[in-house]
């Protein structure tokens, strides 16, 4: 018997392949099988390309084999047209035989239409396998869906005595906490979100290009909070080099340049809230707050954060800026060489 968990687990390994380069969309796996063997198999393109199930079916060689075989899919196929056309009429005008899908899309522009299109051109459809670990994949796109805010990823460095930065510095640049590797490491976590946040004391503190360099990926679209446009212009953030968009509660903020852009909100209340109001404006999937202390812990008071990424350095300050108060008590924890990462999951 066909074990339609382990495709749809090929599925999820290669849907990886898209995080970071589909989005708005959700990064889809999709695998063509015939008898017990894969022949053919796709991901979502980078934006305004193909859905991973045309990807999959273009790949299969002999479009004959198709009216015999199984497509396998993390997320229900699309009923709709888009940039694209419908995945689900492609798979009915080639007449595969079954469709198997992780689970069904919550956007209410499919949310079952793509099941029930394949149904009802005779197609045997197969619903929610391992349908936990597709949602887990696709928690980007379905907390945009669900929630209509961003997948917020809390990340932060502290010394092994609990600082996240030092009282003071000589230079305009980031105190290391954590080792190389981890730093490596988020730069991966960096291309993987579609925006990142800071508040206005790292950026004088630092001066951030808020970039991905150690990494393979696009850079993320930059939100700066600068309440009274403290933030000088001629710092790496204003480079043009990507959007950026400067959360400010000046209402006489102009364009700084072609992709600087001036959102006013209210400071004083409710500021996570508003922040993600703003995200949601620009279309923004996900976004990982790296700091200070002051920005993180406004998400963390709001109880507005999915996903925690604590690395804890060797390093030992005895004084400095006090690490963001977290009370969350379960977390994975890895080894990186010399630091502690403890990834916490907001439940």
């Known amino acids: 018997m066909i074990s ?11 849907a990886k392949n898209g995080i970071g380069t589909s989005r708005p969309n959700p990064s889809v796996g999709a695998v063509v099988v015939l008898n017990d063997k894969i022949i053919g198999e796709g991901f979502t393109s980078p934006y305004g390309g193909n859905h991973a199930e045309v990807n999959a079916i273009n790949s299969v060689k002999n479009k004959l084999l198709l009216k015999e075989a199984t497509i396998y899919v993390t997320l229900e196929p699309c009923s709709h047209y888009g940039k694209t056309p419908p995945c689900a009429d492609l798979i009915v005008k080639h007449q595969l035989k ?9 956007n209410s522009l499919v949310a079952g239409k793509g099941i029930e299109r394949l149904k009802k051109a005779g197609i045997n459809v197969v619903v929610g396998v391992l349908e936990e670990e597709c949602k887990l994949h696709h928690k980007r796109f379905f907390t945009v869906q669900d929630k209509k805010r ?3 990823v809390l990340k932060w460095a502290e010394t092994n005595d609990g600082f996240i930065a030092p009282l003071t510095k000589d230079e305009q640049k980031p105190v290391w906490i954590s080792n190389p590797y981890s ?5 991966k976590y ?4 579609h925006a990142i946040l800071v508040g206005t004391n790292t950026v004088i503190a630092d001066n951030p290009k808020l970039n991905v360099r150690s990494w393979f990926g696009e850079n993320p679209i930059r939100i700066v909070l600068d309440r009274t446009l403290k933030v000088s212009k001629d710092l790496a953030v204003f480079d043009d080099s990507v959007k950026t968009i400067v959360i400010t509660e000046n209402k006489c903020a102009d364009n700084n ?10 400071f004083s209340k409710n500021l996570a809230f508003q922040i993600c109001e703003i995200l949601q404006k620009h279309n923004i ?16 008071d709001e109880n507005l954060w999915d996903e925690a990424k604590v690395f804890v350095g060797a390093t030992i300050f005895k004084q400095g800026v006090k690490a963001p108060i977290f009370n969350k008590k379960n ?4 080894n990186i060489k010399t630091d502690v990462l403890k990834i916490y999951t907001n439940d």
């Open 4 to 14: 339609h968990k382990k495709y749809i687990k090929r599925c999820l390994q290669i």
């Open 183 to 187: 730093q490596q490491l988020v730069h």
């Open 257 to 266: 340049g072609k992709l600087t852009f001036f959102e006013v909100i209210d």
């Open 98 to 106: 079954t469709v198997v899908i992780g689970c069904v899309d919550s």
């Open 150 to 152: 961003p997948y917020i």
């Open 190 to 193: 960096r291309s993987k979100e």
């Open 285 to 300: 999937q996900s976004v990982i707050i790296e700091g200070g202390t002051q920005t993180i812990q406004t998400f963390i």
């Open 331 to 334: 977390y994975k924890e890895i």
